[in-house]
């Protein structure tokens, strides 16, 4: 079954569809009716963590409209701008959108006759011009609260933590002054290019996070500034914790989701567990109809397996996808040719595991990355070592009371680290108040099993249909993570996943989590 010439191709598929670049033509499953909300004439932000398909989204719609004809579709991807500063990286927006329209060249004899030439022209002059004045803004941001202590020998004391992080941001007041003085005029140059030749404009810019996120209110601010009250609209694709739309200095600058824009999420999360999984799995069957339309996706998997890869990609479809491939190469590798089996799908989980997502963080986190790693080193403790289960819950009350410390959190999520099952909770044992209820990422403990932990079958719900195990998980308390944050001295993440004894498996079955030994490998039905 799995060396057929199906299986084969359906991985060729998937293997193409791994990065999406501007110059391909993807697989698109439109599973959630975003197609058709995306080609609505709105400015909007779409969200998603990485590898839930906001860049194919986007390219395939480029495709659609130029195959179409209508919209005219302008793609920027930010990957190649990202290291500029501002306001280069919105002068090379800027760049982007106007040599796109039509008579951006405008030229006869060599000399520039349309505006939207002559604006071409005046942004490359200013993207290179020295820069003459620095304007310096200083935010400086301190937090305090009180850190709870325990000695060995001695009463419980608390003391006073302060954290602070100043951030300045350096703007050039020459290029700026340029750009909000022409505002105007290229305004009316960008009505001028799209009258009467296209209804429509649609700018997509693309992994927008990747400007500084101190810089993003200033960029997205020009920009809709610029294409509010024409026919352009303004398509953000973005990390929603990695993204910072709007911030206040006397006035807004930026833009504020659902008054300005319109917010379009594609995450799928384990908070709605068999939604997400239909839903993951649906896109499978549909990218393998493309190869044969008859095929039997079912057929591939065991009993446990459909589930297990679903909890294995943390809900995230690209990884849902690459964990699949590579799950059936090593399948047919080990002589097992018939069906995957949850072994197999872990052990392609791992390649994609903890380690790669930590060095995303190094990558992309900037200023945070110290911190995201200090904090998620200490929920590996509490979660692995301490309390010897993989879910946690945070009170929404001490969310609100360490801001901070929760956008830390909010920010694994969007890495991947960990995944949110509820919202909003009740804990077990006489704990007071609500709580949202996470789970660690499933491949730091499932392969190689992690002894003596007990993982939280989320889920699965008892008689009053509540989720198994969530409110009986341990609460992390976030001014614990403000003291990881300031202690330097903490081990490495990878010191503290592989100091977790390792499960013996010569004995497991393959099947989805532990349970007690059965003679079908196959598992239940």
């Known amino acids: 079954m799995l060396i057929s010439q199906d299986v084969r191709t359906l991985q060729n ?3 193409d569809s791994f990065r999406i670049r501007e110059n391909q033509n993807p ?3 439109d599973l959630g009716g975003n197609l058709q909300r995306f080609s609505s004439a709105q400015h909007q932000v779409l969200f998603g963590r990485r590898g839930s398909g906001k860049s194919c989204l986007q390219v395939h719609f480029l495709r659609q409209a130029e195959s179409n004809g209508d919209p005219l579709a302008i793609y920027i991807g930010v990957d190649e701008i990202k290291r500029l500063g501002f306001p280069d990286v919105l002068i090379r927006i800027l760049l982007g959108v106007f040599q796109r329209l039509p008579n951006a060249k405008g030229r006869c004899f060599g000399i520039l006759k349309t505006p939207q030439s002559k604006i071409v022209a005046s942004l490359r002059e200013l993207l290179d011009d020295p820069e003459h004045a620095d304007v310096s803004k200083k935010d400086t941001r301190h937090t305090e609260g009180d850190l709870g202590l325990q000695p060995a020998n001695g009463p ?26 022409h505002l105007q005029d290229y305004k009316e140059a960008l009505r001028g290019a799209i009258k009467g030749k296209w209804p429509t404009v649609f700018v997509l810019v693309d992994d927008f996070y990747l400007i500084r996120k101190d810089l993003q209110p200033y960029v997205v601010d020009y920009l809709h500034r610029l294409f509010r009250g024409t026919d352009a609209y303004l398509k953000i694709g973005t990390i929603r914790h990695r993204t910072q739309l709007r911030v206040h200095e006397g006035q ?13 999420s594609l995450d ?11 839903y993951l799995h649906s896109m499978l069957l549909e990218m393998a109809r493309v ?26 479809p690209r990884d849902f996808l690459n964990i699949f491939v590579d799950a059936v190469d090593m399948s047919v590798q080990a002589g097992k040719t018939d069906r995957l089996t949850p072994t197999f799908i872990y052990k392609a989980a791992a390649q994609h595991s903890y380690k790669s997502k930590l060095a995303n963080i190094q990558e992309e986190a900037g200023y945070d990355a110290e911190a995201l790693s200090r904090v998620y080193g200490d929920l590996v403790t509490f979660c692995l070592k301490e309390k010897k289960k993989t879910a946690f819950l945070v009170s929404i009350d001490d969310s609100r009371q360490h801001p901070e410390q929760h956008e830390l959190l909010q920010q694994l999520m969007d890495f991947k680290l960990i995944h949110v099952i509820s919202q909003n909770t009740s804990a077990a044992s006489g704990r007071q108040g609500r709580y949202v209820a ?34 009986e998980s341990p609460d992390y308390a976030l001014g614990r993570a403000a003291a990881a944050v300031a202690n330097a001295g903490l081990a490495p993440v990878e010191e503290i996943v592989e100091s977790v004894e390792v499960e013996d498996r010569s004995d497991v079955p393959e099947t989805g989590l532990p349970r007690p030994v059965v003679e079908n490998e196959d598992g239940p039905g």
């Open 13 to 15: 598929l998937i293997r």
């Open 27 to 29: 697989v698109y499953v």
């Open 156 to 181: 419980a004391m608390k003391i006073k933590a302060q954290r602070g992080r100043e951030v300045t941001t350096t703007f050039k007041s020459k290029k700026l002054d340029h750009l909000e003085r």
């Open 252 to 264: 807004t600058i930026g833009v504020e989701l659902e008054q300005d824009v319109e917010g379009i």
């Open 268 to 278: 799928k999360t384990f908070e709605s567990f068999e939604e997400t999984n239909t």
């Open 291 to 316: 190869g044969n339309k008859n095929m039997d996706v079912a057929a591939l998997f065991n009993a446990d397996a459909p589930r297990a890869l679903t909890l294995a990609s943390g809900g995230v």
């Open 438 to 471: 996470y789970t660690l990422d499933f491949s730091i403990f499932m392969e190689p099993r992690r002894r003596g932990i007990e993982i939280v079958e989320f889920w699965k719900v008892d008689e009053q249909r509540r989720p198994i195990g969530v409110r």
